[in-house]
């Protein structure tokens, strides 16, 4: 079965500790992308990547960071600079190109202690 | 101004009835358009997707687009409870591989 894993499905941080969201798929897709959902509210883009070794900062990077080293993983680090991390994180992933529907991952959601 | 703009409902609507729901996009450049369906604590999951002027049509939803007028609209048919959901409409900008996504418009189909 393809698909976009997303570990672990809840986490819990301490303040001023760093934790790191894991995001896997097995589609074959180029471009992947982390979001970060706040209650009844839509999807902000952290950070995207459109192909191994590269990636660009989304609408809302500041206290996030990301690897690309494999095609198949994009693990976002939270880190302690990130003020206010509670959230529900989203990882998608696509083609490039028109034809690019994105498709998500169950999500982590993240409690700050 | 946001990138993507949806009434945020909810939306009410009884069994068996036409569900519309309606997004504008600030974006003249958009090439591609999506609507995407959220249970509550669950991840979006795509519905349809459409890229030219008209309408698209698979099972029980059409989605509409109108570049001219710079809306995207989904109508679902003969709606049932286990539509209700949250809708979110996601535009691909110029950029290709930036989507922009608005806040969701919640449906509730009551039996």
């Known amino acids: 079965d393809g698909g976009i894993t997303q570990s672990p499905k809840y986490l819990f941080r301490k303040e001023g500790q760093n934790v790191t969201l894991s995001c896997e798929q097995n589609l074959n897709h180029d471009a992947m992308y982390w979001y970060r959902q706040d209650p009844g509210q839509g999807l902000r883009l952290i950070y995207y990547s459109q192909i191994v070794n590269d990636f660009q900062k989304g609408d809302i990077a500041e206290g996030y960071s990301v690897s690309r080293e494999k095609k198949e993983s994009f693990p976002l680090t939270v880190t302690s600079a990130q003020k206010n991390p509670t959230a529900f994180y989203l990882c998608a992933s696509s083609r490039t190109g028109m034809d690019n529907e994105q498709f998500f991952g169950p999500g982590t959601r993240l409690t700050v202690l | 101004q946001k990138e993507v703009e949806q009434n945020s409902g909810p939306l009410s609507v009884p069994e068996g009835a036409i569900a519309s729901l309606n997004c504008t996009y600030s974006d003249r450049g958009s090439q591609s358009f999506f609507w995407y369906r959220q249970y509550s604590g669950k991840s979006p999951e795509l519905i349809m997707f459409?890229?030219?002027?008209g309408d698209k049509e698979d099972g029980r939803f059409t989605a509409q687009l109108n570049k001219a007028s710079q809306y995207v609209s989904l109508l679902i048919r003969d709606s049932q409870p286990s539509d209700s959901a949250t809708y979110l409409c996601?535009?691909?900008?110029?950029?290709?591989?930036?989507?922009?996504f608005g806040s969701g418009t919640k449906l509730n189909v009551k039996p």
């Open positions: 459409i890229y030219s002027n």
């Open positions: 996601a535009v691909n900008g110029n950029n290709f591989n930036k989507f922009y």
